[in-house]
């Protein structure tokens, strides 16, 4: 288990005195690694700088892309921009990187830019599949719509099947149920995975409006912390935007109400101004 790995971790690093020293350098980057498996970025960001000053001018790219996705879910959003940028500087000819520094600009709202690294990445490989999605996502975001549609079918068509086949199956059970529609709740995603579950959204709605079925997807209170949810496009392509009103205070946070009155008034004004009620 992560818990029992990371306590082996600990007590590797305490038989090293601080300040380390370059042997506790692989101790360092092995425990950010199981920090980020168990979702504490922050904590993952802290051993990656440690990393980074025992290393300094030693760096390759995988550290600036993994030490990004820490940041981007700890919600570090300018420190993540900076070394996903570092990451493509470093290797400017890997269309992987490209695609990862789209899919990290479009989280943090910097449409454009992702627009651009995304090309980037198709310019240095036609037929990634990945980056012809994140293209297309990001040039619907900008309003770009006929472009972007031709985009995420150019990726269906060089394979991009995960949300197709996804979709399939949801379509067979509700078929085998009975179902009146389907309700989408997915918590705790990863800040990259915004551009992907958004375009899930549309396709899935897609195949929802032909069998007649309500789609629904639940929401956190909307904060700057989640905004990749895009829920102004879930507004446009889904039957119903929905808040889950809860989590104000949480187990291991301050002490206080889970949802109080205004907590949840609040929530529904800043809902209604990126989804409006029709």
Known sequence: APEEILALQDSALNLHSKPYKA?????????????????????????LNEYESLNYGNLN??????????ELNGK??????TDIDK??????????????????????GMIEEA???ARESIKLNPAFAD????LG???IQNEQKEEGVAALKRAKELGDTMAEKLIENMMTEADRYGFDGINLDFESLKTAAGVHYIEFIRELSVSCRKKGLVLSVDNYVPAVYNRFYNQKEQGNVADYVIIMGYDEHYAGGEAGSVSSIGYVENGIKDMLFLVPKE
């Open 23 to 47: 042997d506790a350098a692989p101790v360092l980057l092995a425990r950010a690694n199981t920090y980020m498996e168990i979702k504490e970025y922050k904590k993952a960001v802290v051993d």
């Open 61 to 70: 790219a995988n550290f600036y892309y993994l030490r990004s996705q820490a």
């Open 76 to 81: 570090m959003y300018e420190l993540a921009v």
């Open 87 to 108: 990451a493509t500087k470093l290797e400017p000819k890997n269309p992987l990187l490209w695609a990862q520094k789209a899919g990290t600009l479009y989280a943090v």
């Open 115 to 117: 627009i651009r690294a």
């Open 131 to 134: 980056a012809h999605r994140i």
């Open 137 to 139: 996502v990001c040039l």
